[in-house]
C-alpha cells in the first residue's frame, strides 16, 4: 500500500505540506491543472527552490489577485466553490471534510457556530488553494493512507483578526485535541490552522513512521527563518508491505431502512477514508416485511470511534454495533510492472512467498482503456497476462 508520511520538526502549514508533495514527485503541471478546476480566478502558484539551513527545499507561494475576491467567505461559500468545481467527488469531499473541521474548531473556540465562521485573507483563497493543493498532491501521488508524526506546538503571541492571541492559536489547539504534540521550545506560530486541519482530518495515524520502504522524499519550506531550526516540512512516500497471517479485527454494522440509495456511495468512501478494511451492504427484510440494509464495516480496533462517528453523520442510524472477528490473510504488496500498455500498479498476495494472485490496479486498467479507446475488458486481461508472466518468470 502507497503511504505518505508527513515528518513536522518545525511544523506544518497548508503551502509547506503541498511544497513537500511537489518535492516528492506530484506532477507541478498537473497539480496547476486540478487548480484551474476550481472556479475561482486571480490565483497563482510560484514555485521556487530555496535553502532552509542545511537543506534544499521547495517554496509554494500563493499569488492573490486582491481585487478578484471579497474580503472573506464563509464555510457555506467555500462548500459552494468546492462543489462547483469539476474535481474527482473524492478530492472535493476531502476538502470538503478539512474546512469542515476547521470551521467548527473556530466555532468551538470562538463560542459561535461554523456557519458564522469568516475565513479571511482576501477571501480564503491561500487557505482554499492550500487545502485543494494538498489533496490533489496526495492523489498524483497515489498515497492510499497519510500519517503524520508528533506536532511541535510553537508558543508565544501572534496578531489576527480577533486580536492578540496565545500560540497555539484557539482553534488550531481545537485541532490538535487527540492529537500527540510537543513543545520544542520555539517561540513562534509553527502550526497553523489550515496546516492543523489538513493533517489531523486525513491522518490515519500520529507517531513514529510505519515500517515502509521509501522511494521518495520531499521537502517543503516555510517562509519564516527561526533560530537554530530549519523551518521544513518533509514527506517520505513509499510502500508498506501488508504482512499475512491471522489478526483480530471488528465488524461493526448498522441496520437502515429509510436513507435514499445515492448517500451510499459517499457514505462508504468515508468509511474508507475513516480506516475501514473493507464495506459491504447486505440487503435484508425487517420487522413489518419492510426493506432494508445491514451496513457491515471491517476495522482495526483502533478505528472504531472515526468509523462509528462516520455512520452517525452519514446516515440516519441511531445505533452501532460491533464485534471482534477472525481472520487470515495472504501477505501482499503493491508492485509497479511494465506491460503492453505502459507501467501498471498491481496488488500482489504470496502464500509462503510463493505469488498467489497478480491484481493489475483497476483505476489504471479503466484510464489506459479509455485513453487508448480500448474495452477495458481487453486491457485488464492483457494486464493480467503480463503481471503474471513477470512474476512468475
Known sequence: MRVVYFDCPSGAAGDMIM?????????????????????????????????????????????????????HRSLGDILGILEASALAPALRGQAARIFTRLAEAEARAHG??????????????DAIVDVTGAVVGLHLLGAAAVHVSALPLGGGFVDGPHGRIPIPGPGTAELLRGFPVVDTGVRAELVTPTGAAILTTLAASAGRMPAMTVDAIGYGAGTMDLPGTPNILRCFVGETAEPGGDETVLQVETTIDDMSPQLYEPLVERLFEAGALDVFLTPVIMKKGRPGVVLTALAPHDRLDAVS??????????????????????????????????????????????????????????RIAREKALPVREVLDQARADGRRLLHD
Open 112 to 125: 459561535t457556530t461554523r456557519e458564522a465562521v469568516h475565513f479571511h485573507d482576501v477571501g480564503a483563497v
Open 309 to 366: 462517528r462516520v455512520l452517525f453523520e452519514e446516515s440516519p442510524t441511531i445505533g452501532v454495533r460491533w464485534s471482534e472477528r477472525r481472520r487470515s490473510r495472504l501477505a501482499r504488496e503493491v508492485v509497479t510492472l511494465p506491460t503492453a500498455y505502459g507501467v501498471i500498479p498491481f496488488k500482489v498476495s504470496r502464500l509462503a512467498g510463493r505469488v498467489v494472485t497478480v491484481t493489475p490496479e483497476f483505476a489504471e486498467v479503466l
Open 19 to 71: 511544497a513537500a508533495l511537489v518535492d516528492a514527485g506530484a506532477p507541478l503541471e498537473a497539480l496547476r491543472a486540478e487548480l484551474r478546476k476550481l472556479p475561482l480566478e486571480g490565483f497563482d502558484l510560484v514555485v521556487r527552490q530555496v535553502t532552509k539551513g542545511a537543506f534544499r527545499a521547495t517554496k509554494v507561494d500563493v499569488e492573490i489577485d486582491p481585487h478578484a475576491h471579497p474580503q
